[in-house]
């Protein structure tokens, strides 16, 4: 499975952001997908994850604030009131076994997006 993401960049805080991911060489309604940032010097972190029924998880920091969703052919993080804390890269995994539940475990997933970055500036 290939991933890719787009929508990343720079926006002050309070501000808001769409990401983008596209999954290609599986059926995409049938994959788990997640959401995952690493901001410089820490850990990757779970944001978000939604599987082939829609069901969605979501980090406690994300909850009131993000919101994950799917069509058919991507799935999208949209990030509102974004803070200077949320500046990281952004990663699109996808896990290539259809028809499981998403994962707050970033090593469930086995196809990784290369990471866009949002930068939220104070």
């Known amino acids: 499975v290939q991933v890719v993401e787009s929508g990343g960049g720079l926006v002050q805080d309070g501000g808001s952001l769409r990401l983008s991911c596209a999954a290609s060489g599986r059926t995409f309604t049938a994959l788990a997908m997640g959401w995952f940032r690493q901001a410089p010097g820490k850990d990757r972190e779970f944001v978000a994850g939604?599987?082939?029924?829609?069901s969605i998880k979501l980090h406690d920091a994300a909850k009131g604030r993000f919101a994950i969703s799917r069509d058919h052919l991507r799935v999208y993080l949209q990030m509102n009131s974004l803070k200077p804390e949320d500046t990281a890269v952004y990663y699109c995994?996808?896990?290539?076994?259809?028809?499981?539940?998403?994962?707050?475990?970033?090593?469930?997933?086995?196809?990784w997006g290369q990471g866009t970055q949002v930068t939220v500036s104070s």
């Open positions: 939604i599987d082939w029924r829609g």
């Open positions: 995994a996808a896990r290539s076994l259809g028809y499981v539940e998403s994962s707050m475990d970033s090593e469930d997933y086995d196809s």
